[in-house]
């Protein structure tokens, strides 16, 4: 294993601070992704107002008396837009002098940007969001995107790694904003204006599986991982992957207990493996 990442990423620069947060940020994931798959789940979306009517494998917490909520489109926007305002602001904080570093960063930028996008004129809302959740998931996007860029900036001048990935990266960045952003729409399509009762998803991977944006958030996650090729990076994908697999596991267990008519076929997250 040792071998093979010696061949993919490069060296690790001498940075405590950058190896404390890709350690960090991997356990945390793990423990959030367990979390979910447990059924603690974090509280926005459709896991905001579970019940004691809920199964037990999906009573999330009630935000205490008296928790700020905001509404869920500027909750959504103050978890994306300091990221995106970020990832721009990297383009005049650290200069690129390699193509690797230019990729990374408009990949990171335009990510967030569609973010901001579909949030705005995309997405259709049916409540509130909690907003010191909005709060840890903007501090978890920005802390990523910095760090990524930074580690990135560290590792100019270094050996570069002898199998050259950033190619296959970009291709797989488009891949996955291209499948999330459909799947993202065909979500949208679902409800009419106003109506605010979940339905089954349809289109698309949803025959297959019933969070098929997750499934492209990781092959874009991936896709900056094999774009900067740096071990945090790639911590930052693999951490990623482990929570949105416990997250997809609870969204699947919510709509079997709230759809009667749920397709058992249908997956979390992999068509026809889990």
């Not at 920005?142 to 930074?150: A, F």
Request: proline share 6%; charged share 15%.
């Amino acid at each position: 294993m040792v071998s093979i990442l010696v061949k993919l990423v490069f060296p690790q620069p001498p940075s405590v601070l950058l190896n404390a947060m890709s350690v960090i940020y991997l356990a945390s994931s793990a423990i959030g992704g367990f979390s979910e798959l447990r059924g603690n789940n974090m509280p926005y979306s459709k896991f905001l107002n579970q019940t004691n009517d809920s199964p037990k494998q999906f009573l999330t917490k009630e935000p205490k008396e008296g928790t700020t909520k905001v509404p869920s489109r500027w909750g959504m926007l103050i978890c994306y837009t300091p990221a995106f305002l970020a990832s721009v602001a990297m383009f005049l904080l650290f200069p690129h002098d390699c193509i690797r570093m230019l990729m990374l960063k408009s990949a990171l930028a335009f990510h967030f940007f569609k973010r901001v996008f579909e949030v705005s004129f995309i997405h259709k809302y049916s409540s509130n969001m909690v907003l010191s959740t909005a709060i840890i998931i903007s501090i978890n996007y920005l802390s990523n995107t910095t760090s990524m860029v930074y580690a990135q900036y560290l590792s100019q001048g270094l050996v570069e790694p002898p199998i050259d990935l950033k190619y296959i990266g970009f291709l797989l960045f488009l891949i996955g904003i291209s499948g999330n952003f459909y799947h993202h729409y065909l979500l949208s399509q679902l409800r009419e204006k106003g109506e605010k009762k979940y339905k089954i998803p349809s289109g698309g991977l949803f025959g297959l599986v019933i969070c098929p944006h997750y499934l492209f958030e990781i092959i874009e996650f991936l896709g900056f991982s094999f774009i900067s090729q740096t071990l945090h990076a790639l911590s930052v994908s693999i951490g990623t992957m482990l929570y949105l697999v416990g997250r997809s596991y609870a969204t699947r267990q919510w709509y079997l207990s709230k759809q009667d008519d749920f397709p058992p076929n249908v997956k979390a997250l992999i068509p026809y493996l889990f």
